[in-house]
């Protein structure tokens, strides 16, 4: 049996693998669309300083990447055979008889076992599915907070005549996305299971082989279903540059106090007198929303070291992108 559910795993793990590498071609295309497309890179949830989609869905192509390679030692893992007898002696039937019948079903016999192959396997397989789970479960995440009203920077895809809410006919939610976030805890609560699993009895008990038969097909079955809904929202969705740049401007140019600390720190101050130059007109403009740009032009200490063209200068959104290009070339994107 356990040399069966080998060959079961070892199949819907190439299900799998064709999976994430269809996820990988669909991310690299957006992420080349957007390679340029300016957007408020967030820390906490609050602005920090500029980025792009495009470099957001190059970390998401390198993320999946790692989870192709996981999958891969996953498929190792789990692509043994045995046929040792009842406690792994080979008491009834030779080694080599085993080494024929794995070879005939392309696996690898296992190099030592008891009764069954030894359950880290299956704990490697089904924590590597929960893995890969978790990164689907991050980009929705994402897509689902760029989506929210005051932002709507991307919106997953929407079709005509579709029900955004049964009470509120305006209403267009990110009920795909907030399917996966709950599936993909569905498949990390299994690899829990899974681990459990490893600790049996002597040469085995069966306190696995029961949850197995829903861990184990359920957690491929999920994650199959997964990809496909994550397929369709990055084929689809929805950018919104507009808004995004809207966004940038929300904080009236807090995004540049640090080129601003920096640059009076080259002038030849220290980093504690540059910060507070910075930070006491950062939060004036952040409680009056009025330009941080206005404000550091009229402060009399700051204005020591620093001329108002010096200034206008580094509030420039291009010096945040200059990296890009060579980031995609590191990355083999185009």
């Not at 997953?156 to 939610?173: D, I, L, V, Y």
């Not at 550091?296 to 509030?315: N, T, V």
């Amino acid at each position: 049996m356990d040399t069966a559910l080998s060959l079961q795993l070892v199949e819907a793990s190439d299900i799998l693998s064709k999976d994430i590498r269809d996820i990988v071609k669909i991310l690299k295309k957006q992420a080349i669309t957007h390679k340029n497309t300016i957007m408020m890179g967030r820390t906490h949830g609050v602005h920090a300083e500029p980025t792009t989609f495009g470099l957001k869905l190059a970390i998401w192509v390198e993320e999946m990447k790692r989870n192709q390679h996981r999958l891969e030692e996953a498929r190792k893992a789990i692509a043994v055979g045995k046929i040792s007898g009842a406690v792994g002696t080979y008491a009834t039937v030779t080694p080599e008889v085993e080494k024929i019948a794995c070879a005939k079903l392309r696996l690898q016999p296992a190099p030592i076992s008891s009764q069954i192959i030894q359950r880290d396997r299956h704990a490697q397989f089904v924590t590597t599915l929960a893995i890969i789970a978790s990164s689907l479960e991050k980009f929705a995440t994402e897509i689902r907070s760029l989506q929210k009203t005051e932002t709507l920077e991307v919106e997953e895809p929407f079709e005509e005549g579709q029900t955004g809410s049964s009470a509120m006919p305006h209403k267009r939610n990110p009920e795909l996305c907030e399917r996966i976030c709950g599936l993909s805890r569905l498949v990390r609560g299994h690899a829990v299971t899974a681990m459990e699993n490893v600790a049996l009895w002597h040469e085995r008990d069966i306190s696995h082989s029961s949850n197995e038969r829903i861990t184990l097909p359920d957690s491929c079955i999920l994650l199959n279903y997964l990809f496909h809904l994550f397929k369709y929202i990055m084929k689809d969705l929805r950018v919104y540059p507009e808004n995004m740049k809207r966004n940038l401007g929300v904080t009236k140019g807090l995004v540049f106090s640090q080129r601003v600390m920096i640059a009076l720190i080259d002038k030849g101050l220290s980093r504690q007198q540059a910060y507070e130059i910075v930070q006491r007109n950062a939060m004036k403009a952040w409680q009056g929303r009025i330009s941080f740009l206005d404000l550091l032009s009229k402060d009399a200490e700051l204005k020591k070291h620093l001329s108002k063209k010096e200034l206008e200068g580094i509030f420039d959104y291009n010096f945040f992108l200059r990296h890009v290009d060579e980031i995609f070339q590191r990355l083999k994107l185009g």
